[in-house]
């Protein structure tokens, strides 16, 4: 089975984005590519290259922050030096700025070569699109899950799919007391955040109630991709837990 051409990690992305932009004026001619295209595709990668370098660089300074701050607070293990003081971050200046939404016109733009009579396995090898095409709707994605009990704690049970994650709601409920899933869908007071999942399944390590207490866990999630949250929010899974001594 074929794997779908475009990389879910922002930095194999960056690499992709790297050969795409460097070899598609190569094969402009053949495949009907505009220069204006041309131009797209180089711009949205040098842009997207460029903000993924910067989130590497400040991540890079919380961690130097971090250790900086505990030698303040704790001092300089023995045999240790202190280290350099951080310094201010300088990204520099941005390349030219493309609109949101870098992915879904390249896609549209690759969907076009690949149906291209002219298409070849080699050329799309070499610009590395050769794999499945994304047939599915984004706009129609909805999460499926189920849920079991591990050591008393739910256990989100999902699968991933072309998505990137998804994010997931939560809501209390007392025993007896449980709304229909209709007059929670509704009402999105009833649910607040709970988690960000990148990789199935997720386990809801929230303290259980007081020993003896029972309470009604209701979960929902929605996918995401590249951080937006795409599709419909999933079917209202509920659980009962009780709290354990």
Do not use: C
């Not at 984005?17 to 053949?30: D, H, T």
């Amino acid at each position: 089975m074929k794997k779908y051409y475009l990389p879910k990690e922002d930095a194999k992305l960056v690499e992709w984005l790297q050969n795409l932009s460097a070899k598609i004026s190569i094969y402009a001619a053949k495949y009907g590519i505009s220069a204006a295209e041309i131009a797209l595709i180089q711009n949205a990668a040098a842009y997207f290259i460029f903000w993924f370098n910067a989130l590497s660089q400040l991540n890079g300074a919380v961690q130097k922050v971090t250790a900086f701050k505990n030698q303040i607070r704790d001092g300089v293990k023995a045999g240790g030096s202190q280290g350099v003081t951080p310094v201010d971050i300088l990204f520099g200046t941005p390349p030219t700025a493309v609109p949101p939404g870098i992915l879904p016109t390249i896609r549209t733009i690759v969907a076009r070569i690949k149906k291209n009579q002219a298409y070849s396995k080699s050329d799309g090898e070499d610009l590395k699109i050769e794999g499945d095409e994304q047939t599915e709707d984004i706009n129609t994605l909805k999460p499926a899950f189920k849920i079991e009990l591990k050591a008393g704690h739910p256990n989100l049970i999902w699968k991933k799919g072309i998505s990137q994650g998804v994010k997931i709601k939560k809501a209390t409920l007392q025993i007896g007391q449980t709304p229909t899933p209709e007059a929670m869908a509704e009402n999105k007071d009833f649910f607040t955040f709970l988690a960000t999942d990148t990789q199935p399944d997720y386990l809801d390590n929230t303290p259980l109630p007081p020993f003896g207490q029972t309470v009604v866990w209701a979960y929902t999630m929605v996918y995401l991709i590249n951080d937006e949250e795409v599709g419909e929010w999933s079917d209202i899974v509920f659980v009962t837990v009780t709290g354990t001594p």
